[in-house]
């Protein structure tokens, strides 16, 4: 079965600090990869989105970036974070061909 | 661009007290609707995909509906483990694999 891991779980980091997460699947190949971001009370919205090795997407202009260095790991990073980067940072993933999307556990980020 | 909206944003329900949670979308080509469930710190669990209207699926006490414009949540004698923030979802045909979601609806059900 396939397993989808984050971490670290949660992290606490100063204004202008480097930031990176770390997304891993298992049990799947060639998998869409998905970084999410969510405000506490609201809903996800999508960052990045990847369908293959080097191959990524942005949704949305911001301070941070993404990368897939191998098939099944995908890296959410930034060179400096601003307090407005607080928040859950969800990895998703869903099979080639799109459809259902399946969750990790997230990370909580909190930038003082 | 893709649009989903969710009613109520709270709900407090009695336990047993049977009640519907509305997803309500804006899509050019539905490829596919999902339902999760999100507990507190943690990240979405996968309950239902739809993909046509008239589709239903059931799990437990959980039972989703689709229509062309809106999907429906029925929970039918909830207990207090039900709790939880469920969360819709649309694919547009046309943006395969990405998925945009509603602010969800956070069920408390008492005992």
């Known amino acids: 079965s396939q397993t989808i891991h984050q971490w670290p779980a949660t992290l606490v980091q100063p204004v202008g600090s480097p930031l990176s997460l770390e997304c891993t699947v298992e049990g799947t190949s060639n998998p869409n990869l998905y970084w999410y971001r969510q405000a506490a009370g609201r809903g996800l919205q999508l960052l990045f989105y990847s369908v293959g090795i080097g191959q990524i997407s942005s949704e949305v202009p911001q301070n941070l970036s993404a990368s897939r260095p191998q098939d099944r790991q995908f890296i959410l990073s930034s060179k400096k974070l601003l307090l407005s980067d607080s928040g859950f940072y969800l990895c998703?993933?869903?099979?080639?061909?799109?459809?259902?999307?399946?969750f990790g556990p997230g990370t909580r980020l909190t930038v003082l | 661009e893709d649009q989903v909206t969710q009613s109520p944003e709270a709900l407090r329900l009695q336990e047993g007290e049977s009640s519907s949670l509305n997803c309500s979308y804006t899509v050019s080509g539905l490829r596919g609707l999902f339902w999760y469930r999100q507990d507190p710190g943690k990240g979405p669990e996968f309950l239902f995909t739809?993909?046509?209207a008239g589709e239903e699926k059931e799990k437990e006490r959980l039972k989703a509906t689709l229509t062309k414009k809106e999907s429906f949540l029925h929970i039918t004698a909830p207990k207090p483990e039900d709790s939880a923030t469920y969360l819709c979802?649309?694919?547009?045909?046309?943006?395969?694999?990405?998925?945009?979601f509603g602010d969800g609806t956070t069920l408390t059900v008492k005992p």
């Open positions: 739809l993909y046509s």
């Open positions: 998703a993933w869903n099979g080639a061909g799109g459809d259902t999307q399946y």
């Open positions: 979802a649309v694919q547009d045909a046309a943006n395969a694999g990405k998925s945009t």
